[in-house]
């Protein structure tokens, strides 16, 4: 019912910067959130940002790592959700999931929804 799609991962040196974007589409009623997490080999899957689809640009949320490093943002109007990533870490290296929790018009709640992942490596 609902479709999200990443783009941007790759391969960056130690203090570089990519930039994830995620579009949700499908049978969308509302969007309560978006965001990203990441999981690391052998490691259980984390959040790393999110934020809220309310007024005044919605509320944010960050991991301790990547505050000061990383900035979501969003456009409500394209049901996307973007994750600037700046000074870049080898510890960053992961692969980031984009995540939605969406109303449909078929739903009486909210439910989450999960991307297929797209790979950040960052290594020299």
């Known amino acids: 019912q609902v479709q999200l799609v990443e783009s941007g991962g790759g391969l960056v040196q130690p203090g570089g910067s990519l930039r994830l974007s995620c579009a949700a589409s499908?049978?969308?009623?509302?969007?309560?959130?978006m965001g990203w997490y990441r999981q690391a080999p052998g490691r259980q899957r984390e959040l790393v940002a999110v934020i809220t689809s309310g007024g005044s640009g919605g509320n944010t949320n960050y991991a301790d790592s990547v505050k000061g490093r990383f900035t979501i943002s969003r456009d409500n109007a394209k049901n996307s959700v973007y994750l600037q990533m700046n000074s870049l870490k080898p510890e960053d290296t992961a692969v980031y999931y984009c995540?939605?929790?969406?109303?449909?018009?078929?739903?009486?709640?909210?439910?989450?929804?999960w991307g297929q992942g797209t790979q950040v490596t960052v290594s020299s």
């Open positions: 995540n939605a929790r969406v109303v449909t018009f078929t739903s009486v709640r909210a439910y989450d929804y």
């Open positions: 499908g049978n969308i009623l509302s969007v309560y959130s």
